[in-house]
């Protein structure tokens, strides 16, 4: 079974600039995840789709990132403008629907971002 | 407050000691439990889910205690290959999405 997939693996960036990550999920999966993991920290959630739905996106800071899951399959997470404290791994996970009690939630590699 | 809270560590134990970490949650309403694994720049993996009754996965025993809202983790015959930061996950009623507190790091030494 192929993983969920997340691209760039590292990103570099000015402050102010914008950045985009793009994250597939299994297949199959209709619940996905963006997580921010800051150095040190444990990852907190960003935002939550159920298929091409926004289910939660109360940690979200509305005015500067943005995410959008069109076709219900892969999603993109945009920051614009960034901000040195936006330097983060960004992780995306996606899971099952079900009563499995992890629902198969599984993590993709990250993209490590880097504002300077 | 966090909603989940564990000692950052590091915990620095020789091969072959047992060590145990400790987590806290607020939310009663909290309703599923995890261990997880987060080896150094990877994503975070499944360890264990962790049941009311306590449960054991070969040298790990994961335990939890709703009255005081605190969930354990043992490891007995540590390994090389143990050393990560150990990630306490709580889910709660009605929410799909995982919480996680920011982890204790284990480093065991030969």
């Known amino acids: 079974e192929a993983g969920v997939a997340q691209s760039p693996r590292y990103k570099i960036i000015e402050k102010r600039q914008s950045v985009a990550f793009w994250c597939n999920p299994i297949?199959?999966?209709?619940?996905l995840y963006w997580y921010q993991q800051i150095l040190g920290q444990g990852p907190k959630l960003l935002i939550q789709f159920q298929n091409n739905g926004v289910v939660d996106d109360s940690q979200l800071p509305k005015d500067r990132f943005s995410a959008e899951r069109l076709k219900g399959v892969d999603s993109t997470l945009k920051i614009q403008p960034a901000k040195l404290e936006d330097s983060a791994v960004y992780l995306c996970?996606?899971?099952?629907?079900?009563?499995?009690?992890?629902?198969?939630?599984?993590f993709g590699s990250g993209t490590r971002l880097t504002v300077v | 407050r966090k909603e989940v809270e564990q000692d950052p560590g590091p915990f620095n134990v020789p091969e072959g000691a047992t060590v145990a970490f400790n987590c806290t949650y607020s939310?009663?309403?909290?309703?599923?439990f995890f261990w997880y694994r987060q080896d150094c720049r990877k994503e975070p993996k499944l360890l264990m889910s962790v049941y009311s009754s306590g449960n054991e996965d070969g040298r790990f025993t994961a335990q939890l205690n709703r009255a005081s809202q605190y969930i354990s983790l043992l490891i007995r015959d540590s390994k090389l290959s143990d050393s990560a930061t150990y990630l306490c996950v709580v889910r709660n009623t009605g929410r799909r999405a995982l919480t996680f507190g920011s982890g204790t790091r284990l480093q065991v030494q030969p």
């Open positions: 939310n009663s309403a909290s309703q599923s």
């Open positions: 297949s199959g999966h209709a619940t």
């Open positions: 996970a996606s899971s099952l629907d079900g009563a499995r009690a992890n629902y198969g939630y599984t």
